[in-house]
């Protein structure tokens, strides 16, 4: 059985079949420093992300096809600032960043404010979508809104952002 895996003391993500290395693809080392990865296999089975954190709050990842046992790397997003979600969409073709932010800790008073970026990755296109969060929350109890909960949702063909029981289409 064929898995991916981050070989970290030399920093190259790798395709193994049992103990056997059947191929590789260097990493340069990110100056914010590692923290640890994830890995999210497309529904297709064909793709998947690398996601990495750099355990000070960035984020960064690469999107990888396997065709005939080569790893190919398709998009290559640099370190972000923020905490990051993922998600793919269920046919593959696009891939979800979901990145809090920080602004909101400047809110005093209920009303909109700015809670993050969700961008949207066009696998097969390279294209890229970034669309900036803000939500209402007029009347909302400020101190209990955990901005640390929000998420990508899927409904039928639509994608949303979900916080505090509000959401926004993508």
Same mark, same amino acid.
């Given at each position: ?23 590789? /693809?260097? *990493? ?5 420093? &590692?923290?640890?990865? #994830?890995?999210?296999?497309? $529904?297709? !089975? ?49 891939? /979800?960043? *979901? ?5 909101? &800790?400047?809110?005093? #008073?209920?009303?909109?404010? $700015?809670? !993050? ?54």
């Amino acid at each position: 059985m064929k898995i991916i895996r981050l070989n970290e003391e030399i920093f190259c993500v790798e395709l193994v079949d049992g103990n056997e290395v059947i191929d590789s /693809y260097k *990493l340069e080392e990110p100056d914010c420093g &590692y923290g640890g990865n #994830d890995v999210f296999e497309a $529904p297709a !089975g064909n793709m998947f992300a690398m996601c990495f954190y750099s355990g000070e709050s960035d984020n960064a990842f690469i999107i990888f096809s396997v065709t005939d046992n080569k790893l190919n790397a398709l998009i290559n997003e640099d370190y972000s600032y923020g905490e990051a979600t993922y998600m793919w969409s269920p046919d593959s073709r696009y891939f /979800y960043r *979901l990145v809090d932010s920080y602004e909101r &800790y400047d809110a005093s #008073d209920d009303g909109i404010y $700015p809670v !993050g970026r969700a961008d949207v990755y066009g696998v097969l296109t390279n294209e890229k979508k970034s669309v900036d969060l803000t939500f209402d929350f007029t009347g909302c109890d400020m101190e209990q809104i955990d901005f640390f909960e929000m998420r990508l949702i899927q409904d039928n063909e639509k994608v949303c952002v979900s916080l505090n029981g509000k959401t926004v289409e993508l």
